[in-house]
């Protein structure tokens, strides 16, 4: 046999290569650069670095930027992790000040999951999976099966996992909306399928617009491409857009007459600032009221998640995937697929039972929870607002009012000269901007190339999660002097 | 465009054939039924099943099977959970009887983490890799690098990045040990690359056999496989098996000499019961040691976990695994990969630094942990002895004294009218044999089929995490039944 050589067995050439295709730029280069400079300054070594703080603008990471977490949830999750603490009732009540509800909660989740350090069944403890589907029930007005419910870890399990399971050759397709969250992007790269982009329509609120995403399809069919699914983002990340009820229900006709699976990403559903959220499941059964029997095959999965709205417990990788009209040897599939996994974390599902079913009125914790969501919701309100406002007044900036989610995804028009200093330093021009706006401010954003914009344009996308208003001045600063640097 | 038909866009004949082809017996038919069972008798509807409980001994899952969490390890995590108890130390303490050790390690971790409920870097919070540094060296008696340790979700996770970046097409084969654990096969279906078996030889403890290794790799290559990397497992799953200094110095030479990838799970290197625990990290520093400059390109992949051990903390899904001796380049495609699911789960690395870093002799907690620690090994150490007893005692098994893991893999001869029995109902004789355990006595083993075994033998794998010994007696029982009804 052969005598070893010099170099390693896995060489960067000998790697798979769809892992090398695939782009996550929300934690790429930027947000790799943005980290040393925050580990910089927490050594207390500043040297010439012109800010104090780094703001990760370029994640949705609530509680990174002092989002609080809601007390409720985590005076239950202690208890689950020390069960031994109800031997201790009095306690908990009397001097840490434990509401009944807050007992009762970790007794029933106990109950359903036995401890937290056990593996659940692979889609999720069953007492938690009822608790998401009377949830679906109440927020939609038709019935939910528990059977159809999968907890994942996090939306973005769910979506690996779909996509897996959809994807079944080099020739499959997924319409995904562009701009969009690039895991969909990277995770078709891994699983060497097609994405099939349909622009949004920056002009009407990045909405989706059903003859650009008609005309998407014929055109990927045409060159051979096997359309399967079409994704869509609601509300919308990076875009911050909320669909109406009727853009929703144009989607699902399209998809029942086109024959495509809808993954409905509805991670944002209660981080809607202008009109209500609608659900894609209520829309289907809407519209499979008005016309019984058309949409009864229309399969639609709809994903939801602890990460994000006012629970923002990302750290606890807790979201969940309702299957709605699905061929039960696909859902079979699907189920063997989790299974290899084992199970979602059991403290998230916890949390999403949590989410699901947070205090009511007249529990002796709603008033807090209350408190504290609206507080959170409020804060998120101003922050986009000042952000709006600010880019608003910005040279050769354009910005949909926030609408939904936590993001906000302007328009930048740069001078040609910043475009050329861009180029020789082989960056996109977005990109470069971005960097020159970590360098100087300390503010990390994601530049529109790691979303998809269309040709010739360029974006970049920010959070308003960050506390306080002072990094907008910072940003405000910076744009002036940049376009000061570089103006025609 | 095409008018929809009857049937849904997905069906069972047009998903991904890599996913219908993977196999995961351990949560299969058999683990359903069982479900099943447990439900039923939770209702309080027996019926006419025989037996009163179900004995889930088809999974490592020791919290289900009442393995009780380590106290030091809960109590800290009920702190993370709710920070605001920080405020009232003097109640964790005097009420609650928190020792100052646990108040202690709660604010470091989350200076390291911030909150439990923010995603962290992708590969893990900084401090927590340091800390899993640290205690790689002190196992080893040779450095380690945070920067090449990148926490998982659970090992799975981690054997899930490895096999997706190292499989780059369908000619790419990992050498596996059978029997096995089977996220190996499973993942390397869903990848559509192969697995090359090399079997373990049960006539020596379930040990490596290098000529079997030798003789596997040599026939994938003549078969135009691109052997990249060589699976161990050790201590075994599901053999139980614990491979000597020996031997694992010789997996080494012969990945260097063939170069190989070598993938070490050592998720149970604290279940040892005969001999010492030694790693592959040790075996491969110990050969560069000898022979300088030999081993240097050697790359090794070192898993570990919370899930099992003394620690049992499976629902938390914790782990990590170490790269070794890998190129810069790849170890970035690896982070990339494991950045587009974002992050482990926060609590679980949280876990997992407790894991590495338990309390010390001196410390307030130690006196507790140790005791914890102590009685949850001689348990595991009795049960597993009684187990062992039970099938030397059994007619037609044999099985080989418990050594590592949580794993007993006994063999077992049927009668020839079993085995026409099975085949009359399409399954194989051991799942026929494992089902009707499991009809007769509640007991839940996985078939040997599940694990891979040579062709011509028999076995079951059954963990010895359940609680007394009085499930033993009920196989005992069964079999005896079993062999009177089917003896030729």
Chains 1, 2 share one sequence.
């Not at 980290?35 to 670095?49: H, I």
């Not at 679906?136 to 528990?146: F, L, M, N, Q, V």
């Not at 100087?440 to 530049?447: F, K, L, N, Q, Y």
């Amino acid at each position: 046999m052969s005598n070893a050589s010099s170099v390693q067995a896995l060489t960067y050439d000998c790697i798979n290569p769809h892992i090398k295709e695939a782009k996550y730029a929300v934690r790429g280069e930027l947000a790799v650069r943005s980290e040393k400079y925050r580990a910089q300054l927490l050594k207390g070594d500043k040297g010439d670095l012109p800010f104090d703080t780094v703001v990760s603008a370029n994640i949705g990471n609530p509680q990174q930027l002092d989002q609080k977490p809601i007390t409720f949830f985590r005076q239950v999750a202690s208890i689950l992790e020390n069960p031994l603490l109800l031997e201790k009732e009095d306690v908990l009540k009397d001097a840490l000040g434990y509401k009944q509800d807050v007992i009762d909660r970790a007794k029933t989740l106990l109950k359903y999951v036995k401890s937290v350090g056990a593996y659940s069944q692979s889609h999720g403890s069953p007492g938690i999976r009822e608790s998401v589907a009377k949830f679906i029930e109440k927020r939609d007005g038709y019935p939910a099966d528990a059977e159809h419910v999968y907890l994942s870890n996090g939306a973005s399990g769910g979506v690996n996992t779909l996509l897996h399971v959809i994807c079944s050759k080099p020739e499959t397709g997924i319409l995904v909306p562009i701009p969009q969250y690039p895991l969909y992007t990277a995770t078709l790269s891994v699983l060497n399928a097609r994405c099939v982009p349909y622009y949004l329509d920056e002009s009407h609120a990045w909405g989706t617009d059903m003859e650009e995403i008609e005309s998407a399809l014929k055109k990927a069919r045409s060159e051979g491409t096997d359309v399967k699914a079409i994704v869509v983002i609601n509300p919308g990340n990076p875009t911050g857009a909320s669909l109406s009820e009727e853009s929703i229900k144009s989607v699902l006709e399209l998809a029942q007459e086109e024959k495509l699976v809808v993954m409905a990403d509805e991670v944002y559903q209660t981080n809607v600032f202008e009109g209500k959220f609608i659900s894609f499941k209520k829309g289907l059964r809407d519209l499979q009221k008005a016309e019984p029997g058309k949409y009864d095959n229309l399969e639609l999965a709809s994903l939801h998640s602890i990460s994000k709205g006012m629970v923002g417990e990302c750290g606890h990788r807790g979201g969940y995937f309702e299957l709605i009209g699905f061929d039960e040897k696909v859902a079979a599939e699907v189920y063997k697929f989790i299974s290899i996994q084992l199970c979602p974390p059991v403290i998230g599902q916890c949390m999403v039972e949590m989410m699901v079913n947070p205090p009511q009125e007249g529990d002796p914790s709603y008033e807090l929870y209350k408190q504290e969501y609206d507080s959170i919701f409020k804060g998120l309100l101003e922050r986009a607002q000042a952000l709006y406002k600010a880019f608003k007044e910005m040279e050769g900036v354009e910005c949909q009012s926030p609408a939904g989610s936590m993001y906000l995804f302007p328009t930048i028009r740069l001078p040609k000269r910043a475009i050329e200093a861009a180029e020789k330093e082989g960056r996109k021009p977005d990109e470069f901007y971005c960097f020159r706006m970590l360098d100087a401010t300390g503010v990390c954003v994601v530049a529109g190339s790691g979303f998809g914009q269309k040709e010739g344009t360029l974006h970049f996308r920010t959070t308003f999660l960050a506390p306080g208003t002072e990094w907008v001045g910072r940003i405000t600063k910076f744009h002036e002097e940049f376009m000061d640097e570089f103006r025609d």
